[in-house]
C-alpha cells in the first residue's frame, strides 16, 4: 500500500520550533519531487515548501523564508521540514505529498498524507 505519513505536528508557542517529517511506505521516494502544504481553517490549501528528488532544490513561499527549511533522507525514505520562529499564522494542517516535478502547483502532486496538525499559540 502506497502511503505518505505525516509527523511531528503539535502546539508550540510563538517564536518556537517543530519539525515534521514526512515517511513513505510501499514506494521510494527516491524518484519524487516532494512538497509540503497547509490548510488553516477556512482557507484554501497552499504551498510551503518543495524539494526535488535529488534535493538539490528547493522553495519556498514568502510567507516562510527564512524561517522554514525543507531536507530530505532518501536512506530513510523521509522529507522534514523545519519550523523555527513559529507564528500564530502558521497554524494550521500540514500535508506532504509526492509529485513528478518541482513545484508549489498541487497538481503535479499524486500522492497525499493525511496531514499533521500544527498550532502556534500562547
Known amino acids: 500500500q502506497l502511503q505518505l505519513v505525516e509527523s511531528g505536528g503539535g502546539l508550540v508557542q510563538p517564536g518556537g520550533s517543530l519539525r515534521l517529517s514526512c515517511a513513505a511506505s510501499g514506494f521510494s521516494l527516491d524518484y519524487h519531487a516532494i512538497g509540503w502544504f497547509r490548510q488553516a481553517p477556512g482557507k484554501e490549501r497552499e504551498g510551503v515548501s518543495c524539494?526535488?528528488?535529488?534535493?538539490?532544490?528547493?522553495k519556498y513561499a514568502d510567507s516562510v523564508k527564512g524561517r522554514f527549511t525543507i531536507s530530505r533522507d532518501n536512506a530513510e525514505n523521509t522529507v522534514y521540514l523545519q519550523m523555527s520562529n513559529l507564528k500564530p499564522e502558521d497554524t494550521a494542517l500540514y500535508y506532504c505529498?509526492?509529485?513528478?516535478?518541482?513545484?508549489?502547483?498541487?497538481?503535479?502532486?499524486?500522492?497525499w498524507g493525511q496531514g499533521t496538525q500544527v498550532t502556534v499559540s500562547s
Open positions: 524539494i526535488s528528488h535529488s534535493g538539490g532544490s528547493t
Open positions: 505529498a509526492a509529485g513528478s516535478t518541482l513545484s508549489s502547483d498541487q497538481s503535479h502532486y499524486y500522492y
